[in-house]
């Protein structure tokens, strides 16, 4: 098991999606990634699209304004 | 990649999963309480109301109408940006499909508004703008803008608001733009604006008509992102 981080600060959307998604692929199965993120949208979106795709997912608000989402490839 | 029946369920979508194996989490940043900032914000919001209230009362009502938008906005995260982006880009419609409700209700909301006013021999309300191949063109240079600065004019407001620091570089560009605009906007309103028809629909069609036709279509609008939402990927 690995643990990638994506730096996604003051990234607007829809770039941290994008970015999650290409980084997804190259993973293996039981990975971790955990993308940063401070834009409230991607907050909803990143989640909302691995948890489609049957990811494991969880969210960690760091700081103000600030998340940490952590996704496990599952398949 | 075959999906199981489960990812299906629209549902699904909001529900807990736990991550296993998972390494420390990241320490906390110092957090401030922003209870006290909330607390003299409000306060504030008050106060602008009632010298608002002074000059008219329209005033104070759109300032607090304002507010709300703002709030519904910034909790439920809507975004007419994501609506039209997401389906293309990341083939996500949920949004898209809270745009198409959006509409819907605002279709009946305003159908009401209009017909009172109508009944009663007054100026049908609204901003009933002349139609063409203006609309179009426009609209297409819009979208390509919003996408790639991130938000609509309500949504770049609204993340101004939130602290998102791009977003005011958007911000102050919108406004020059729109100043930009409206320095021109004789030239535009001869070119293609003094010649375009103002179509009014219930005005065409009747009113039940009208109505029934535009929430059919968005109700076949809705059916196509919902299944495009759920579409099976490879």
């Not at chain 2, 790639?148 to 791009?166: K, P």
Request: charged letters at 20%; a positive charge.
């Amino acid at each position: 098991m690995v643990e990638y981080r994506l730096d996604c600060l003051g990234e607007a959307c829809p770039v941290p999606l994008l970015k999650t998604q290409k980084k997804m692929a190259e993973l293996q199965v039981g990975d971790i990634l955990v993308v940063e993120v401070d834009h409230s949208c991607a907050m909803k979106n990143v989640p909302e699209w691995a948890r489609k795709e049957g990811y494991n997912v969880e969210i960690e608000e760091t700081g103000d304004g600030e998340w940490d989402i952590y996704i496990e490839k599952t398949k | 990649m075959k999906k199981n029946a489960i990812d299906k369920e629209e549902n699904v979508v909001e529900t807990k999963t736990v991550v296993t194996n998972r390494a420390a989490v990241r320490p906390r940043k110092k957090r401030r309480n922003q209870l006290p900032f909330a607390i003299v914000v409000f306060l504030g919001v008050i106060y602008v109301a009632y010298l608002l209230a002074g000059k008219s009362a329209g005033l104070a009502i759109s300032w607090i109408f304002g507010i709300c938008f703002g709030v519904v906005l910034q909790k439920s995260r809507f975004c007419f940006t994501a609506g039209f982006r997401d389906p293309i880009l990341t083939g996500s419609t949920s949004l898209t499909k809270a745009v198409i409700i959006a509409v819907a209700i605002a279709t009946v909301g305003f159908g009401a508004v209009q017909y009172a006013a109508a009944s009663k021999g007054g100026a049908i309300a609204g901003s009933i703008s002349p139609a063409g191949w203006h609309v179009a063109i426009g609209s297409i240079m819009f979208g390509i803008g919003m996408v790639i600065s991130g938000g609509c004019a309500s949504g770049t407001l609204m993340r101004v608001g939130e602290g998102f620091v791009m977003q005011w570089i958007t911000l102050f560009f919108f406004v020059l733009g729109t100043l930009w605009g409206v320095r021109h906007w004789a030239f535009w309103q001869r070119l293609f604006f003094d010649g375009a028809p103002r179509v009014h629909l219930p005005s065409v069609l009747g009113w039940p008509l009208a109505i029934t036709l535009q929430l059919v279509v968005l109700g076949a609008l809705y059916i196509v992102a919902d299944k495009w939402g759920n579409r099976q990927k490879d």
